[in-house]
C-alpha cells in the first residue's frame, strides 16, 4: 500500500503543538499592570488577535472584513430589478401584439389595440388581465411566457434558494414536484410540532427532494433555519421598497403562487417559520444603494447576507453586558469569512478555557482573577525586560550564571534535590550510577564509554551558605503616580524585583510595602491586579515603620531599602493610628519621617530614593535624605524605573 504526505488543508493542523497561553497572558500583562481588569485584558487581546507562529485574525479584524463585505453587497444593485424585468418584458409584448394588429383594418382589431390602451398601470393587474388574452402574435404570446416562467423563477428562487435553476426550463412535471415538496415539507413541519418527527423522517424527505436544497442540511432544525432566514429576507425585500412598489411586487408574487398552486402550502409554510424564528427581522428595511437592478432571488440572497452580516457584526463587537464568544454564531462566520476565519474564532475561544485549565486565570463569582502562578509569570516577563534593556557591562553584568549560588565548596556531598542550584558532584554521581547498576556501554570506535544515570543517582557539591538580604521595596500608591502615567511602571518594577529574589536570590526576604495614606504590606499575588488610591496623602513615615519591622525580624540579614515616589511626604501616622494630610507638608511629616530614616542608618541599612518627578520640594527632601543615611538619589524615566531599580539592587547584592 503506497502512502502520500502532504499539507494538511481541513483546518488547522491537527499535530500542530498546542497555543503557547504563556505568551498570551504576557500580553495581557501590559494592560493590567496599566490597571486594566484581567476581564477588560483578556477582551482587548482577543479584539488584537493572537501573537505568535500562528498568527490568528482578532475580532477587530474580522469586524472590519464583516463591514467591508457589508459595504460591499450593499453597493451592488437596486431590489426592483424583477419588477423591471417584468415592466420591460410586458411591455415588449404588448409592443409585439400592436405590430401585429395595426396593420388589420378590422374592428376586432381596433377594439383588442382599446383593450391594450386601457390595461391599468400596475404592473401585476396588467398581467392578470393579460393572462385570459388571447394573443395575435406568436412573437408577443412566447414573450407574455417568458414573463411568466420569469416571475415563477424568481418567486420560488425568494423563498427556495435551488428552484431558479430547476424550473430553468418550463416542465410540468418539474413544478407539480416542487408542488409535492411543499405538500410534504409542510406535513414534517405539523408532525414535528405535535412531536412525532424522526431523524428518518428527514432523511427520507431529503433523499427524494436534496436536489432542491444546495445547502444540504442535515436535519429539520437547519432546514427550517435556512428557510426562515430566506424568508425573513424576502419581507425584508418588500419593507425596503417604496409603498408602490412594496404593492405592485407583492401582487405580482400572489398572483404567480395563485397561478402555480402553490398560494395555501406557501402560507402554511410562511406562519411555520414564523412561529419558528420570530427573533428574525422580518419586516426591518435594509436600503441598497447600488446601480444595477437585482432579480428578486439576487435581491434577497443579497439582504439574507446583509442580515447574516448584521447579527454577526453585533457578536463580534462584543460591546454589550454579559458579552461571550459563544455568542458568535460559526456558521454565520464561515458563510461569511470562510472557513479560516472560523478556525481563528475556535482559537480565540480556546485562549480563555486554556488560560484557565493551566492554572493563571481563575473564575470567582463570575469573574476572572490572576492566580499566583500568573503573578509569578507576569514578574518573569518583567524581569526579562529589564534585563534585555540593560547595557551589557554598563553596570556590571547583571544576568549571572552563579547568582543566587550559595557560596564556597565545603568538599562534602549530598543527594539532588529538586531546585537545588549547587553544582554537580560529577564524580560521586557516576560512581553512584555504577554501584545502582547503572550498565557502562563501550565505545570502542570512539574510544569513550558512558554510564546510564538515574535521578537517585545525582549528587550536588555542598557549599557554604551565601549571605541573605532583608529586602524592602517601596511603592507610592498615591494618585499623582496615575496622573503622572508612572503607574504600570512601578507595579512592573515591582513584579521585577520580587522574581529576581524568587529566582535568583531564594534565601533573601523580600517585602514590598505600599504607601499613599497609609502604608501597607503588598503580597505578591495582588501586585499585578492592584490600583492606585484616590486619596490625599505620601505617608513614607508609615512605610518605613513598616519596613524597619521587617528589618529587625531578620536582625542577620544584610538590609536593602528602596523607595520609589514621585512626591514628597505629606502624610504621618499619629499616635492614635489615624493618618495626618497637609500639604505643603507640615513641620511634624517631615520630622517624624526623617526620624525613620535616621533608624534605618542605625539599621545600617542604606536607602535609595528613584525619584519618578523632577518637583523641587521633592529634591530637598530627598537630598536631605540621602545626607542623613548615605544612601543615593535616582531619576529616571518611568520606562527606565525597572532597569535602575533592578541594577541598584544586584550592585548592592555583589557589595555585600
Same mark, same amino acid.
Given at each position: 500500500?503506497?502512502?502520500?504526505?502532504?499539507?494538511?488543508?481541513?483546518?488547522?493542523?491537527?499535530?500542530?503543538?498546542?497555543? $503557547?497561553?504563556?505568551?498570551?497572558?504576557?500580553?495581557?500583562?501590559?494592560?493590567?499592570?496599566?490597571?486594566?481588569?484581567?476581564?477588560?485584558?483578556?477582551? +482587548?487581546?482577543?479584539?488584537?488577535?493572537?501573537?505568535?507562529?500562528?498568527?490568528?485574525?482578532?475580532?477587530?479584524?474580522?469586524?472590519?472584513?464583516?463591514?467591508?463585505?457589508?459595504?460591499?453587497?450593499?453597493?451592488?444593485?437596486?431590489?426592483?430589478?424583477?419588477?423591471?424585468?417584468?415592466?420591460?418584458?410586458?411591455?415588449?409584448?404588448?409592443?409585439?401584439?400592436? #405590430?401585429?394588429?395595426?396593420? $388589420?383594418?378590422?374592428?376586432?382589431?381596433?377594439?383588442?389595440?382599446?383593450?391594450?390602451?386601457?390595461?391599468?398601470?400596475?404592473?401585476?393587474?396588467?398581467?392578470?388581465?393579460?393572462?385570459? @388574452?388571447?394573443?395575435?402574435?406568436?412573437?408577443?404570446?412566447? =414573450?407574455?411566457?417568458?414573463?411568466?416562467?420569469?416571475?415563477?423563477?424568481?418567486?420560488?428562487?425568494?423563498?427556495?434558494?435551488?428552484?431558479?435553476?430547476?424550473?430553468?426550463?418550463?416542465?410540468?412535471?418539474?413544478?407539480?414536484?416542487?408542488?409535492?415538496?411543499?405538500?410534504?415539507?409542510?406535513?414534517?413541519?405539523?408532525?414535528?410540532?405535535?412531536?412525532?418527527? =424522526?431523524?428518518?423522517?428527514?432523511?427520507?424527505?431529503?433523499?427524494?427532494?436534496?436536489?432542491?436544497?444546495?445547502?444540504?442540511?442535515?436535519?429539520?432544525?437547519?432546514?427550517?433555519?435556512?428557510?426562515?432566514?430566506?424568508?425573513?429576507?424576502?419581507?425584508?425585500?418588500?419593507?425596503?421598497?417604496?409603498?408602490?412598489?412594496?404593492?405592485?411586487?407583492?401582487?405580482?408574487?400572489?398572483?404567480?403562487?395563485?397561478?402555480?398552486?402553490?398560494?395555501?402550502?406557501?402560507?402554511? &409554510?410562511?406562519?411555520?417559520?414564523?412561529?419558528?424564528?420570530?427573533?428574525?427581522?422580518?419586516?426591518?428595511?435594509?436600503?441598497?444603494?447600488?446601480?444595477?437592478?437585482?432579480?428578486?432571488?439576487?435581491?434577497?440572497?443579497?439582504?439574507?447576507?446583509?442580515?447574516? /452580516?448584521?447579527?454577526?457584526?453585533?457578536?463580534?463587537?462584543?460591546? @454589550?453586558?454579559?458579552?461571550?464568544?459563544?455568542?458568535? +454564531?460559526?456558521?454565520?462566520?464561515?458563510?461569511?469569512?470562510?472557513?479560516? #476565519?472560523?478556525?481563528?474564532?475556535?482559537?480565540?475561544?480556546?485562549?480563555?478555557?486554556?488560560?484557565?485549565?493551566?492554572?493563571?486565570?481563575?473564575?470567582?463569582?463570575?469573574?476572572?482573577? &490572576?492566580?499566583?502562578?500568573?503573578?509569578?509569570?507576569?514578574?518573569?516577563?518583567?524581569?526579562?525586560?529589564?534585563?534585555?534593556?540593560?547595557?551589557?557591562?554598563?553596570?556590571?553584568?547583571?544576568?549571572?550564571?552563579?547568582?543566587?549560588?550559595?557560596?564556597?565548596?565545603?568538599?562534602?556531598?549530598?543527594?539532588?534535590?529538586?531546585?537545588?542550584?549547587?553544582?554537580?558532584?560529577?564524580?560521586?554521581?557516576?560512581?553512584?550510577?555504577?554501584?545502582?547498576?547503572?550498565?557502562?556501554?563501550?565505545?570502542?570506535?570512539?574510544?569513550?564509554?558512558?554510564?546510564?544515570?538515574?535521578?537517585?543517582?545525582?549528587?550536588?557539591?555542598?557549599?557554604?551558605?551565601?549571605?541573605?538580604?532583608?529586602?524592602?521595596?517601596?511603592?507610592? /500608591?498615591?494618585?499623582?503616580?496615575? &496622573?503622572?502615567?508612572?503607574?504600570?511602571? #512601578?507595579?512592573?518594577?515591582?513584579?521585577?524585583?520580587?522574581?529576581?529574589?524568587?529566582?535568583?536570590?531564594?534565601?533573601?526576604?523580600?517585602?514590598?510595602?505600599?504607601?499613599?495614606?497609609?502604608?501597607?504590606?503588598?503580597?505578591?499575588?495582588?501586585?499585578?491586579?492592584? +490600583?492606585? +488610591?484616590?486619596?490625599?496623602?505620601?505617608?513614607?513615615?508609615?512605610?518605613?515603620?513598616?519596613?524597619?519591622?521587617?528589618?529587625?525580624?531578620?536582625?542577620?540579614?544584610?538590609?536593602?531599602?528602596?523607595?520609589?515616589?514621585?512626591?514628597?511626604? =505629606?502624610?504621618?501616622?499619629?499616635?492614635?493610628?489615624?493618618?495626618?494630610?497637609?500639604?505643603?507638608?507640615?513641620?511634624?511629616?517631615?520630622?517624624?519621617?526623617?526620624?525613620?530614616?535616621?533608624?534605618?542608618?542605625?539599621?545600617?541599612? =542604606?536607602?535609595?530614593?528613584?525619584?519618578?518627578?523632577?518637583?523641587?520640594?521633592?529634591?530637598?527632601?530627598?537630598?536631605?535624605?540621602?545626607?542623613?543615611?548615605?544612601?543615593?538619589?535616582?531619576?529616571?524615566?518611568?520606562?527606565? /524605573?525597572?532597569?535602575?531599580?533592578?541594577?541598584?539592587? /544586584?550592585?548592592?547584592?555583589?557589595?555585600?
Amino acid at each position: 500500500m503506497a502512502f502520500r504526505y502532504g499539507e494538511y488543508h481541513d483546518g488547522p493542523d491537527p499535530l500542530a503543538p498546542p497555543y $503557547d497561553v504563556r505568551a498570551a497572558l504576557d500580553e495581557m500583562g501590559d494592560a493590567i499592570l496599566s490597571g486594566s481588569t484581567p476581564v477588560h485584558a483578556l477582551r +482587548d487581546l482577543l479584539k488584537r488577535g493572537l501573537p505568535g507562529a500562528q498568527d490568528r485574525r482578532g475580532l477587530d479584524d474580522m469586524l472590519r472584513e464583516v463591514r467591508r463585505r457589508r459595504r460591499d453587497l450593499r453597493e451592488r444593485g437596486r431590489l426592483d430589478g424583477t419588477l423591471e424585468k417584468a415592466r420591460a418584458l410586458l411591455d415588449k409584448a404588448i409592443g409585439q401584439e400592436r #405590430a401585429e394588429l395595426f396593420p $388589420d383594418p378590422s374592428d376586432d382589431a381596433r377594439l383588442r389595440e382599446a383593450g391594450l390602451d386601457a390595461l391599468p398601470e400596475d404592473t401585476a393587474s396588467a398581467i392578470q388581465e393579460l393572462n385570459t @388574452y388571447e394573443w395575435r402574435s406568436s412573437a408577443a404570446r412566447q =414573450t407574455f411566457e417568458e414573463l411568466r416562467d420569469l416571475l415563477r423563477r424568481e418567486v420560488l428562487d425568494s423563498q427556495f434558494r435551488g428552484l431558479r435553476d430547476a424550473l430553468a426550463n418550463p416542465d410540468p412535471e418539474a413544478m407539480e414536484r416542487v408542488r409535492q415538496m411543499m405538500s410534504d415539507l409542510n406535513d414534517m413541519l405539523d408532525k414535528d410540532a405535535r412531536g412525532q418527527h =424522526t431523524q428518518a423522517d428527514f432523511d427520507a424527505f431529503m433523499s427524494k427532494y436534496g436536489d432542491l436544497f444546495p445547502e444540504k442540511p442535515r436535519n429539520l432544525e437547519e432546514l427550517v433555519d435556512i428557510l426562515a432566514r430566506r424568508a425573513a429576507a424576502t419581507q425584508r425585500m418588500l419593507a425596503s421598497m417604496t409603498p408602490r412598489q412594496r404593492e405592485e411586487l407583492g401582487n405580482l408574487i400572489n398572483q404567480t403562487l395563485d397561478q402555480a398552486g402553490l398560494s395555501d402550502q406557501m402560507r402554511r &409554510l410562511g406562519e411555520a417559520l414564523y412561529s419558528r424564528r420570530p427573533d428574525l427581522a422580518w419586516n426591518a428595511p435594509e436600503r441598497l444603494t447600488g446601480e444595477e437592478p437585482l432579480g428578486m432571488g439576487d435581491a434577497v440572497t443579497a439582504l439574507e447576507e446583509l442580515a447574516d /452580516l448584521t447579527q454577526l457584526e453585533t457578536a463580534l463587537r462584543q460591546d @454589550y453586558p454579559g458579552a461571550r464568544l459563544d455568542d458568535i +454564531d460559526e456558521a454565520a462566520v464561515r458563510r461569511a469569512l470562510g472557513r479560516s #476565519a472560523v478556525d481563528d474564532l475556535e482559537a480565540l475561544k480556546r485562549i480563555e478555557r486554556e488560560l484557565e485549565d493551566q492554572g493563571y486565570l481563575l473564575r470567582r463569582r463570575g469573574k476572572l482573577e &490572576l492566580t499566583p502562578k500568573a503573578v509569578r509569570r507576569l514578574g518573569e516577563t518583567a524581569l526579562r525586560r529589564v534585563f534585555a534593556s540593560l547595557d551589557a557591562g554598563r553596570r556590571g553584568d547583571h544576568d549571572q550564571r552563579d547568582a543566587g549560588s550559595a557560596g564556597e565548596l565545603t568538599g562534602s556531598s549530598r543527594p539532588w534535590r529538586f531546585g537545588d542550584e549547587q553544582p554537580i558532584d560529577v564524580v560521586r554521581t557516576l560512581v553512584n550510577g555504577v554501584r545502582s547498576g547503572g550498565t557502562i556501554l563501550d565505545r570502542p570506535a570512539s574510544g569513550r564509554a558512558s554510564v546510564r544515570l538515574s535521578v537517585d543517582d545525582f549528587e550536588v557539591a555542598e557549599t557554604e551558605r551565601r549571605s541573605a538580604a532583608a529586602v524592602c521595596l517601596l511603592v507610592d /500608591l498615591s494618585y499623582s503616580m496615575a &496622573l503622572r502615567g508612572t503607574w504600570a511602571a #512601578a507595579k512592573q518594577t515591582a513584579l521585577a524585583l520580587q522574581a529576581l529574589v524568587a529566582s535568583k536570590f531564594p534565601q533573601d526576604a523580600v517585602q514590598i510595602i505600599g504607601f499613599s495614606n497609609y502604608a501597607r504590606v503588598l503580597q505578591p499575588d495582588e501586585l499585578a491586579g492592584l +490600583d492606585w +488610591d484616590m486619596v490625599q496623602g505620601t505617608n513614607l513615615h508609615h512605610a518605613l515603620l513598616i519596613a524597619g519591622r521587617h528589618l529587625d525580624r531578620h536582625p542577620d540579614f544584610e538590609p536593602v531599602v528602596l523607595v520609589v515616589t514621585d512626591g514628597e511626604p =505629606t502624610a504621618h501616622l499619629m499616635r492614635n493610628g489615624r493618618s495626618a494630610f497637609e500639604w505643603p507638608p507640615s513641620h511634624e511629616t517631615l520630622e517624624l519621617t526623617l526620624a525613620e530614616v535616621d533608624k534605618m542608618t542605625r539599621r545600617r541599612a =542604606t536607602l535609595n530614593i528613584f525619584m519618578l518627578a523632577a518637583d523641587d520640594r521633592l529634591k530637598e527632601f530627598v537630598d536631605e535624605v540621602a545626607r542623613r543615611n548615605g544612601g543615593r538619589v535616582f531619576s529616571p524615566s518611568a520606562e527606565r /524605573l525597572g532597569e535602575y531599580v533592578v541594577s541598584d539592587f /544586584l550592585r548592592l547584592r555583589r557589595a555585600r
